[in-house]
């Protein structure tokens, strides 16, 4: 019997995850759950449903897993501890620094309904994260790279919009090639943030807008801009639609480490990705990890997890024997 | 208190794991168990013991885990079922084609006695086997490679010594640049033998030897060189000493997918790593996983597992909150 899997929240990573599940032989779709008038949806599974976020609680038996695609802001710190309730669920909360908080709360609820509630998942929270854990473990002796991109950083694209005079905007963060070249070295050299990364933004302005300024105010932004290297492309509405309407991103996670009985030999780990879709990657992470968590609620266990505590084999389709022959 | 881990063999691999334990602050070595007379084999670790293997039944209940660091060909199918009969057992198998067999033998036998046996651990198999695993489950329509080197193959190093003529040999298998930059392209090319290594031998000779006799056997020779591109280098015994005598190694494992509703978007995943010391890496992971086997029995489990069935926070010193705080 396949595993029945619901989305809450239609945008770009709801309907990265009804691609996956496509994917996914072993999983069928059966409805989604919109904010928004269900008659004003058309999502691409014919035989799902469309339904509207507040009958949610009529489907309890009839899902196996909630894929929860809302943002991390406001929408998940209320919805994963509410819907977990009802469900077995998955999010892809990424605020790295309330995720401790974020846990407990989605732990203690899911307990008391013996329910399984996977958060963080994805790619950074997600697999990013596991390959630093794993590197970590075995070159105990070692420092962590993360770097992020070439990719489209919604936030920093965002924070240019709200720039008087700007019409649109797309930023890109990229990695800093000379500083992966040294981290690959295995010299453990110690970077700063202007090190690791540069910005490029490609801006849309108003008519009679003044680009000097709007420039002024994209690279002294503090936090977003400030203590980078930035550069800022001003570029025709046409243009940004044909060379910029993609979500591409990607990025690295290296350790370098030592080992010996006096350190003398070095090593690298990386693991690093390429994606045309940041949504479509995140969701497939995510259908991924559904199955995992439907295999936990089976065998009745319960509470939050996080990539740290499920074993791989949980994700594949494969049994052990098949992965075994096949794959190790 | 600490893990307490005994080492049986004690060659490259067996010391490569005794410098791992050093580093890893919450275990002990306790005893190193080898063929040899005890008394003719020194070692690094002052406090832990040095015994005949023939003595190994003398300590259990005195060791946690034993890391078996024998060979595959014939030492670990006969002791890995042997010693999981009185210990938690981590071994390093690495024949593929025979890892169900190994993987039965070894269940039944810790099953019966209550233990377990962690097998087919290192980086191929092992952590490549992970990031295979992952990544097809992630990437599900998709293509997986592996590429070995740039680094030293010991079964071909040793086939090359075989040749009349030859004093000693040192070979390298490469990865072909070309290849690698296909593949990350996207384009999931079909790849033969030939197109993805290279192999490179440096060899020195006796006096007077036919080195065109000596490179066309070894350019011929089936199954280890006749599928390659070779290169024979004759060199003398000193430069081999100088400049061959570390066993380094490396690779990469990429997985290439589709997503999209109509597989419009393209993915690439890479995992690689370069190591100075191919023995200490592998050390390096098995005594991480040693450390998640040492767990498992805690906790009652017993049985045969790879590094598909340990979920990954078995592996860290660190806790689940420590780990949700400062990885994910």
């Given amino acids: 019997m396949s595993i029945r899997v619901g989305i809450i929240g239609y945008g770009n990573l709801g309907r990265g995850v009804e691609c996956a599940i496509k994917q996914n032989k ?20 014919e035989s799902a449903a ?35 309730k009802m469900f077995n669920v998955v999010d892809s909360f990424d605020t790295h620094a309330r995720i401790p908080e974020h846990f407990e709360n989605v732990d203690k609820v899911a307990k008391e309904n ?23 473990a075995i070159l105990v002796d070692g420092s962590d790279y993360t770097f992020w991109g070439k990719g489209v950083s919604q936030g920093h694209s965002d924070a240019i919009r709200r720039i008087e005079g700007v019409k649109d905007a797309k930023q890109y963060t990229v990695p800093v090639e000379a500083a992966l070249a040294e981290v690959r070295t295995g010299s453990n050299p110690e970077l700063t943030t202007r090190q690791k990364h540069t ?45 910029h309407s993609g979500i591409p991103h990607g990025g690295f996670v290296i350790r370098s480490g030592k080992t010996g009985w006096n350190g003398e030999n070095k090593h690298i780990i990386e693991y690093n990705i390429k994606l045309d879709s940041n949504p479509e990657f995140t969701a497939s992470v995510i259908v991924a990890y559904a199955r995992a ?6 065998e009745g266990q319960s509470g939050c997890k996080t990539v740290f505590d499920i074993a791989p084999a949980y994700l594949s389709q494969l049994d052990g024997a098949e992965l075994r022959k096949t794959m190790l």
């Fill in 26 to 45: 072993d999983m069928e779709l059966v409805a989604v759950f919109t904010r928004r008038a269900p008659e004003t949806v058309s999502i691409l599974t």
């Fill in 50 to 84: 469309i339904c509207k976020i507040d009958d949610v609680a009529n489907w309890q038996g009839r899902i196996d897993v909630m894929i929860l695609c809302g943002g991390s802001a406001t929408d998940l710190p209320v919805q994963t501890p509410e819907f977990v």
């Fill in 114 to 136: 013996g329910h399984v509630g996977l958060i963080s998942c994805g790619w950074d929270p997600g697999m990013f994260s596991l390959n630093r854990m794993y590197a970590s």
């Fill in 199 to 243: 910005r490029e933004c490609y801006v849309v302005v108003e008519e009679g807008a003044d680009k000097a300024r709007i420039e002024n105010e994209i690279k002294t932004m503090p936090n977003y801009f400030a203590d980078y290297d930035t550069t800022v492309y001003f570029i025709s509405e046409e243009e940004l639609k044909a060379n």
């Fill in 293 to 298: 968590v439907s295999r936990l609620a089976k």
